[in-house]
């Protein structure tokens, strides 16, 4: 089975965890990966852009002048696309870029970086995160103490463990999040992974 290096609260090293080899040691798909990511990103875009057709442009409601005799290309509004100040053709409008990915592939991409985290040697466990209350400061010395001060680093919490989660949401370069938010881009969108052991023992669940 796959081993992942374990601590405790106080950056002490214990005995390597044991985990799944279908979570944590198969061959990492990168298509996957870059599918599900790509979805995830292009579901937060606001898409407000918009622009205004020539029905939606103020003025223009006369003709600018006769049709005929005057020598110059007819007109039938100052607001055309063609005119400074008139409809814009085929513009953006409003619209919504997500893009629907099957379960089954949200669930390879994230096994697959999963993988690919321990692969490369940055995917540690933490014991238990042991704030008696929410604390900033305690939360830095941990970090501290797992020498990942100053590093980009996502953090997963158990469903429960409100304490962690308030403690180190306020970190500078560390994003925190529960066991149940986990996802493809914040398990790869960092330079080390810390998993607790309850948060750990979910991810199986779900993804054994």
């Known amino acids: 089975m796959a081993t992942i290096r374990t601590f405790d609260a106080k950056g002490t ?7 799944t080899d279908d ?4 061959e990492p798909n990168t298509f996957a990966m870059h599918t599900v990511v790509r979805s995830q990103l292009a579901a937060i875009r606001s898409g407000s852009h918009a622009t205004k057709t020539r029905s939606m442009v103020r003025g223009g409601g006369r003709k600018p002048w006769r049709q005929k005799g005057t020598g110059r290309a007819r007109q039938g509004t100052i607001r055309a696309p063609q005119w400074v100040g008139g409809g814009v053709t085929f513009g953006p409008s409003p619209r919504s ?4 990915v ?14 690919a985290k321990l692969a490369d040697e940055q995917l540690v466990v933490v014991d238990k995160f042991d704030f008696a209350e929410p604390s900033t400061k305690a939360g830095a010395a ?6 990942l001060e100053g590093k980009k680093v996502t953090v997963i919490v158990g469903n ?3 304490n962690a989660y308030l403690s180190l949401r306020n970190i500078d370069r560390c994003r925190v999040i529960f066991a149940f938010e986990v996802n493809t881009y914040d398990i790869i969108d960092n330079k080390m992974l810390v998993i607790s052991k309850d948060a750990l023992k979910f991810i199986e669940e779900v993804l054994g």
């Open 102 to 115: 099957p379960n089954k592939v949200i669930k390879l991409a994230m096994r697959s970086a999963l993988s």
């Open 23 to 26: 979570i944590f040691a198969i």
């Open 160 to 162: 429960e463990d409100d």
């Open 142 to 147: 941990l970090l501290k103490e797992l020498g």
């Open 13 to 19: 090293k214990k005995t390597a965890v044991k985990a």
């Open 97 to 100: 870029y997500a893009f629907k």
